[in-house]
Antibody, heavy 122, light 110 residues
Framework: EVQLLESGGGLVQPGGSLRLSCAAS????????MSWVRQAPGKGLEWVST????????HYADSVEGRFTISRDNSKNTLYLQMNSLRVEDTATYYC???????????????WGRGTLVAVSS | QSALTQPASLSGSPGQSITISCTGT?????????VSWYQQHPGKAPKLMIY???NRPSGVSTRFSGSKSGNTASLTISGLQAEDESDYYC??????????FGGGTKLTVL
């Protein structure tokens, strides 16, 4: 059974940093692209970032480019999102999602975690 | 990155068919066959219903179907059931190497 478990969310002040983790199990983690998708309270879904299976290529939404860094450790079956220079508008539930192949960023996300809440406020 | 355009809300009666539209541009929906649809119940993670315009993942009911014409993609739900009441989001690959979502459609089953 595929499982994705996010952690690392919490309350942080504007300008601060957080590192999210997503522990994956139930599939060959190193064979699939992985993504972060967020959802502000009461709002719609927003793609944040994708990393391909071998970790060599990353993609970011304009809204987080230069502030967030996606990475993965295939030996630990874990996906990360380092978030720096956080803004109030980054407040959202952050979901980890599994792609359907190794390299496409929009192949459809068939498995999602339950999400972790990041709140940016002074 | 402006979102794809979806109707904010739709409603239908049990047994009816409804279609949710998702309008983009030639840089996203019109230029690529990489449209997905997600169902999201309150407080839950999204669920993939359609990928690559018209493909259903294993386990998704055949009552759900997807299509595309020009810059507009559509999700059709036939034989509407109470359990279909949910929020629905479309997404598409957009030039270059980004993904964009629609604003979401709240479906009410009357």
């Amino acid at each position: 059974e595929v499982q994705l478990l996010e952690s690392g969310g919490g309350l942080v002040q504007p300008g601060g940093s957080l590192r999210l983790s997503c522990a994956a199990s139930g599939f060959t983690f190193s064979s699939y692209a992985m993504s972060w998708v967020r959802q502000a309270p009461g709002k719609g879904l927003e793609w944040v970032s994708t990393i391909i299976a071998n970790g060599d290529t990353t993609h970011y939404a304009d809204s987080v480019e230069g502030r967030f860094t996606i990475s993965r450790d295939n030996s630990k079956n874990t996906l990360y999102l380092q978030m720096n220079s956080l803004r109030v508008e980054d407040t959202a539930t952050y979901y980890c999602a599994k792609g359907r192949d190794s390299s496409r960023i929009s192949s459809g996300w068939e498995y999602w975690g339950r999400g972790t809440l990041v709140a940016v406020s002074s | 990155q402006s979102a794809l355009t979806q109707p904010a809300s739709l409603s239908g009666s049990p047994g009816q068919s409804i279609t949710i539209s998702c309008t983009g541009t030639s840089s996203d929906i019109g230029g690529h066959n990489y449209v997905s649809w997600y169902q999201q119940h309150p407080g839950k993670a999204p669920k993939l219903m359609i990928y690559d315009v018209s493909n259903r993942p294993s386990g998704v009911s055949t009552r759900f179907s997807g299509s595309k014409s020009g810059n507009t993609a559509s999700l059709t739900i036939s034989g509407l059931q109470a359990e279909d009441e949910s929020d629905y989001y479309c997404s598409s690959y957009r030039n270059i190497n980004t993904v964009v979502f629609g604003g979401g459609t709240k479906l009410t089953v009357l």
